[in-house]
Nanobody, 127 residues
């Protein structure tokens, strides 16, 4: 069955960096756009970043532009989220997701476009 397994979360000081990874299995990875979402305590899950199936095009939430970078390694079935200059408001559970991509340019900011989700990894940012 399809599995998305996130790793790399943890506790970091404000201004620091973390790199999240999401290993996919049980699906044809290159057929899927990938995304990262996050959910803070008491808040709705929100879009963070997405990347096309070949990694050529990315989109970001305004709140993370210039600080976060999404990338993928199709040979390793893995998507990454490099997070720099972390702020306390970035603290959340981070989820990766896979959405079937019929076009090379397909990438999604909407939760409803994603078919599969990981279990999440906690990111805590101390001020």
């Amino acid at each position: 069955q399809v599995q998305l397994v996130e790793s790399g979360g943890g506790l970091v000081q404000a201004g620091g960096s973390l790199r999240l990874s999401c290993q996919a299995s049980g699906l044809t990875f290159t057929s899927y756009a990938m995304g990262w979402f996050r959910q803070a305590l008491g808040k709705e899950r929100e879009f963070v970043a997405t990347v096309t199936r070949n990694g050529a095009t990315t989109d970001y939430a305004d709140s993370v532009k210039g600080r976060f970078t999404i990338s993928r390694d199709n040979a390793k079935n893995t998507v990454y989220l490099q997070m720099n200059i972390l702020k306390p408001e970035d603290a959340a559970v981070y989820y990766c997701a896979a959405g079937l991509a019929p076009w090379p340019s397909s990438r999604y900011a909407s939760r409803g476009e994603y078919n599969y989700w990981g279990q999440g990894t906690q990111v805590t940012v101390s001020s």
